[in-house]
């Protein structure tokens, strides 16, 4: 037996054969093909107990698969996410609280300016003022739109396919607290309406505005830019 | 839950279409006859059982959504599932490469150092996990076309002609891969095997002084 054979025959790791007769009488001659037998042995002898000791999928993985599979024959809704995109839902919840819990935080009567007094009707005077430009004339009407209870969200389609009357008299000087400086330049475009629900230790801030359950409500004047102008806290 | 036994004669396939259609027992011995290849496999290649559930769970819910997508004709449908997994498994390697592990300490000294004083002192079980330890770390640090059939020949105990199918290449090419697979865990694993002979020689004294 030439020693290419012999590393043929040895080839596979996990060969389990006690006896090799043949094989043996080369590999007492042969210290580099011993050699290589030891290691084919040893790397077997591992992988056997790697294969071992591999774990049993968990009862609780059934469950869920169970589940997913009732849930979608039922009627396709949305299915038990993975433990990972579950985390990314949670993590991003808690982020959206902390910032607005920071922005009103930020804007507590104690800590006002005194350029808050600089009311958002004059700083959006450019806006609501009828008889400008067309331009102007399409844009949201905001005060309105945070007038009306049902809606969340204006858009400044919904705006265009029900124009209203600029509102003589802008509700956000008495109740919006201005979030920065604004003027023609800075709040010129278009504004939304947001509601937005805050973590109930916002209570401390405005006791009033506590509902039953805890839960404090906001409206946020939000422009074309994605910035928060004015937050206004539901009664 | 008990499995009707007419269902147990049906193919993996027709399985798949009576749980599609709303047989849960189908489903569930549908998910008897892979939950073990899937898993193993996702095990393995991850070296994690979390993800390895996580892997699981996807490719059976991955397999009813895109049940549509399976043509028989073109190959069993644990073939199927397993390129599901396959996939699986590299979005979670692509998603955990930033957390790479360090390279092992293969020093001659380190590794004849632990050999001995685990000769000397560790009982034998211990000394065979860690021996386990060893080799599916190596296995682990294969490159991945290397990996895939140690981890699905050698691990997973799938014939050439399987894994040669779940990988959609020749029986020959499996058989070279694995044959330079195991000459590089061979390889990898040689400091532990031999150690260098002054070092034993000189006893587990020489080692401290």
Not at chain 1, 144 to 173: D, Y
Not at chain 2, 85 to 110: G, K, M, Q
Request: aromatic share 6%.
């Amino acid at each position: 037996m030439t020693c290419h054979e012999l590393r043929l025959y040895f080839e596979d790791p996990l060969r389990m054969d006690a006896e090799f007769p043949r094989e043996a009488e080369h590999l007492a001659h042969c210290t580099e093909c011993a050699r290589f037998v030891e290691a084919r042995h040893e790397l077997g002898t591992g992988l056997r107990l790697v294969c071992e000791s591999a774990p049993e999928p968990s009862a609780a993985l059934e469950a869920v698969v169970l589940a997913n599979y009732r849930r979608r024959i039922i009627g396709n809704p949305p299915l038990v996410r993975s433990r990972t995109r579950r985390w990314v839902v949670c993590w991003t919840a808690a982020a959206a609280a902390m910032v607005a819990l920071a922005a009103v935080l930020l804007h507590h009567p104690a800590r006002r300016l005194e350029t808050s007094n600089l009311t958002m009707e004059s700083a959006q005077r450019p806006m609501a003022q009828p008889g400008t430009s067309e331009k102007s004339a399409n844009r949201v009407p905001w005060t309105n739109a945070a007038s009306s209870p049902k809606t969340r969200l204006h858009s400044a389609r919904q705006a265009r396919r029900a124009p209203q009357p600029a509102a003589t008299k802008s509700p956000a000087s008495e109740d919006f607290r201005s979030l920065m400086y604004c003027d023609a330049l800075s709040c010129g475009g278009a504004m939304q309406l947001i509601r937005v629900q805050l973590p109930s230790s916002a209570a401390a801030f405005e006791p009033a505005a506590a509902s039953s359950d805890g839960a404090i409500y906001a409206d946020v004047l939000v422009g074309s830019d994605g910035i928060a102008r004015g937050i206004r806290v539901v009664q | 839950m008990d499995i009707p036994p007419e269902f147990s004669t049906r193919s993996d396939a027709e399985l798949l279409r009576l749980a599609v259609a709303g047989e849960e027992q189908a489903f569930l011995l549908l998910y008897g006859r892979l939950k073990a290849g899937i898993f193993r496999y996702a095990f393995y290649m991850t070296s994690s059982q979390a993800n390895a559930e996580e892997v699981t769970q996807e490719v059976f819910v991955t397999l009813l959504k895109e049940s549509h997508n399976y043509q028989q004709d073109r190959g069993a449908l644990a073939a199927f599932a397993f390129g599901i997994a396959r996939n699986f498994v590299r979005r979670i390697e692509h998603r955990e490469w930033p957390y790479e592990a360090l390279p092992e300490d293969t020093s001659p000294a380190t590794s004849s150092a632990r050999l001995i004083s685990e000769s000397d002192a560790l009982p034998a079980q211990m000394i065979r996990t860690e021996l386990a330890e060893r080799v599916q770390t190596a296995v682990a640090s294969l490159p991945d076309h290397y990996r895939q059939v140690v981890v699905l020949c050698d691990l997973c105990e799938l014939s050439y002609a399987e894994a040669a199918s779940r990988l959609r290449c020749a029986v020959g090419t499996i058989r070279s891969r694995l044959s330079r697979a195991h000459a590089l865990l061979a390889k990898k694993l040689r400091p532990l095997r031999s150690p260098q002979p002054e070092i034993r020689t000189a006893g587990p004294e020489g080692c401290l002084i």
